[in-house]
């Protein structure tokens, strides 16, 4: 089992950064792919970013990419999403993912953090 817990999530005005982290604990965090995922209100959860065990290898929506950036500490157990450039746009609960998996993916993780809202006002 892998407990992920995020925060740093919070209100801010667009244009504006935010980062969040996601600490985890439990079963080895280093051999695991991490991902970042969203939903809005009303709308299906969507893939944001994730990070390979190593780093090495790094996916980003085409929707984020260029403004948010993924990246991981596994001494501390904790995998990041640096934000910019915030759009009301991104406004949704965000959720930290991890799956068991030596390669990138956008899909089937097998552990979900319990979200943290961010808002983006314009």
């Known amino acids: 089992q892998v407990q992920l817990v995020e925060s740093g999530g919070g209100l801010v005005q667009a244009g504006g950064s935010l980062r969040l982290s996601c600490a985890a604990s439990?079963?080895?965090?280093?051999?695991?792919?991490m991902g970042w995922f969203r939903q809005a209100p009303g709308k299906e959860r969507e893939f944001v970013a994730a990070?390979?065990?190593?780093?090495?290898?790094?996916d980003y929506s085409d929707s984020v990419k260029g403004r948010f950036t993924i990246s991981r500490d596994n001494a501390k157990n904790t995998v990041y999403l640096q934000m910019n450039s915030l759009k009301p746009g991104d406004t949704a609960v965000y959720y930290c993912?991890?799956?068991?998996?030596?390669?990138?993916?956008?899909?089937?993780?097998?552990?979900w953090g319990q979200g943290t809202q961010v808002t983006v006002s314009s």
């Open positions: 990070i390979t065990w190593s780093g090495g290898v790094i």
């Open positions: 439990g079963r080895t965090f280093s051999s695991y792919t």
């Open positions: 993912a991890a799956k068991s998996a030596v390669v990138v993916t956008r899909i089937r993780y097998d552990y």
